[in-house]
């Protein structure tokens, strides 16, 4: 069920918040085969949603999300509730205040069901996690789910919640939305606060939604974007209308396909679902305009530099990995390896390319690309083929989505197909910086004409 | 003899650090030549300073 019919119950009396934050749990307690929570807070969650009937009975409504079960990466600040970051490093850490963005769900009326598992220090693509336990794919439990917000998405997937926290530092919003077949937002940079969230790379990390439906990411998106005076790289433009009505038709919109790099090496089931979503764009009434984007291998380089120095900044005081999962401990002894003059190169390279996507947003709105270049690979597949094309799962996984953490701009997954196996395809739709609720918009419209 | 931890490691950074290299070399002309960073940005102190002077 999506935010909005949650809602519809509610207010119609079909069902109470108390009842419905019951049902929720009871189909997490009988059903979580696929490990999506580290900590489940049954207690709390009941205790706030008799709050939240208290509220509606006496006419206190605080919006789409009053009395709906939610549930959080567990990166994210909650006072007094364990906060792991899937990681043994943290197992005992209990924060003393809330993360913004969980305080305002909470103002917003959400009920938070729990922490969600995930990639070890949000540093994987799979939710392979040794600690915590592997997070499965609920579409296929032989598959990874993608990560690292692999228990948001699993979560949502499996109908748990309709709306996630997730945070994507370099594809981790939208790789486990491509890979479970759910709707994943990494925002424009500074667009969402990041007060209260464990980082992983500080010029690079976003919180954003994954939902059920684009409009569950929207709906969220209105109640989390804004202004953070605790977070200094939070911005200060105006936040947009996240939750107008979506466009009936999609007339005058520019849609670039890229004619290099985003379809190379790409399964052909991917790539034919996302040719088919362009198509039902250009139905829609929208224009496509071939367009060869900037090197995306350079791009990529610059944020594996970026990230890998910034993450294993953080974790400088760890000298052996025997609390930390090998594939972890690797990405934090190569981050040790890079050299201050590359760092900083990388940095330089950011201003350039900026200027060249800025060039691009002149000619087109939205670029088309697909999420992934392949569905969710099998738990113990470590490296993938795509026409003849053989790399890592991980770098198969981030190929696509890691450039965009790199130059901030919001990027949306959203499903548009199946493969061959019946597994979930990821259409993504990036936009220029701030054009998050527009992004939403046609995203909310494409995937009416696709469902 | 199989590769070690380390070289492992090493033969990955390289591989960025080339790419790097290359992007940087082509793209000089174009690169700024700093960081766009200021220490003292937003800073009320800068201005008391001036007027110190």
């Given amino acids: ?451 | 003899m199989p590769e070690s931890e380390d070289e492992r490691n090493r033969a990955i950074v390289d591989a960025m650090r080339l790419t790097l290299a290359e992007a940087v070399g082509r793209l000089a002309p174009d690169i700024e030549p700093a960081l766009h960073y200021s220490p003292v940005a937003g800073s009320e102190l800068a201005e008391e300073s001036e007027d110190d002077q």
């Fill in chain 1, 1 to 451: 069920m999506t935010v909005r019919e949650i809602g519809k119950m509610l207010r119609s009396g079909q069902a109470s918040c108390v009842e419905i934050v019951q049902e929720a749990l009871r189909r997490i307690q009988e059903r979580d085969r696929y490990r999506t929570f580290i900590t489940l807070m049954a207690r709390e969650a009941l205790e706030e949603a008799a709050k939240r009937d208290k509220e509606l009975a006496s006419g206190i409504d605080r919006g789409p999300f009053h009395g709906v079960p939610i549930a959080h990466k567990d990166l994210f600040y909650t006072k007094g509730v364990r906060t792991t970051a899937g990681s043994l490093l943290f197992k005992d850490f209990i924060p003393e205040y809330d993360a913004m963005v969980v305080d305002k769900l909470r103002a917003g009326g959400a009920v938070s069901l729990g922490k969600l598992n995930q990639h070890e220090l949000a540093y994987g693509t799979t939710s392979k996690n040794p600690h915590f336990g592997f997070v499965l794919n609920p579409r296929d439990l032989e598959r990874v789910p993608g990560g690292s917000s692999g228990g948001s998405g699993a979560a949502v997937a499996a109908g748990f919640v309709p709306m996630a926290l997730g945070t994507d530092t370099g594809g981790s919003i939208r790789i486990p939305a491509s890979y479970c077949g759910v709707a994943g937002l990494k925002p424009t940079y500074g667009r969402v606060s990041r007060y209260g969230v464990l980082p992983l790379a500080f010029s690079l990390d976003h919180v954003g939604p994954l939902g059920e439906t684009v409009e569950d990411c929207a709906l969220a998106m209105a109640e989390i974007a804004g202004p953070d005076s605790r977070d200094p790289t939070s911005s200060q433009v105006p936040v947009p209308n996240f939750c107008g009505e979506a466009p009936a038709r999609l007339d005058g919109l520019r849609i670039g396909v890229p004619t290099n790099f985003y379809f190379d090496h790409v399964a052909g089931d991917v790539s034919a679902s996302v040719y088919n979503a362009i198509e039902a764009m250009r139905r829609l009434g929208a224009g496509t305009v071939e367009v060869r984007v900037p090197d995306m291998l350079e791009l990529n380089a610059a944020h594996q530099i970026v990230q890998g120095t910034e993450a294993s900044s953080l974790y400088v005081s760890q000298r052996n990995g025997s609390q930390i999962g090998l594939d972890v401990w690797r990405l934090l002894e190569q981050g040790r390896l890079i050299s201050g003059p590359d760092y900083v190169n990388a940095q330089r390279l950011r201003t350039v390319y900026r200027r060249q996507f800025d060039a691009l947003w002149q000619s087109v709105d939205v670029l088309a690309t697909p999420t992934t270049p392949i569905v969710a690979p099998r738990l113990e597949q470590d490296e993938v083929e795509t026409n003849g094309y053989r790399e890592s799962s991980r770098m198969a996984a981030t190929r696509l989505v890691r450039a965009v953490n790199l130059l901030g701009e919001p990027a949306l997954s959203l499903p548009c197909g199946r493969s061959v196996d019946g597994l979930p395809v990821g259409l993504q739709l990036v936009g220029k910086p701030f054009s998050d609720a527009r992004l939403l918009g046609i995203g909310r419209t494409v995937e009416r004409h696709l469902l």
